[in-house]
């Protein structure tokens, strides 16, 4: 099948999203999960579990946005 023929459309790039923002914490969905087509998957990148990976980027993020926020507020 062309690759072309595989893309999705608006509506559906947006199902997961508005299903998430429309959706209760804990009751439609469950905090820190991953979610694929409104089903919570187990990521295929162990990365994406590495708590201490994300600690880091938390710190890298506020480093490189220090000064930014609060001159925004």
Not at 38 to 59: C, M
């Amino acid at each position: 099948m062309p690759r072309l023929m595989r893309l999705s459309t608006p509506d559906q790039g947006a199902d997961q999203i508005v299903w998430l923002t429309e959706g209760t914490p804990g009751t439609d969905w469950q905090p820190g999960s991953y979610y694929y087509k409104r089903t919570a998957v187990t990521p295929r990148n162990p990365q994406a579990l590495d708590a201490d990976l994300a600690r880091e980027l938390w710190r890298c993020s506020e480093e490189l946005l220090a000064g930014r926020l609060a001159d925004s507020a």
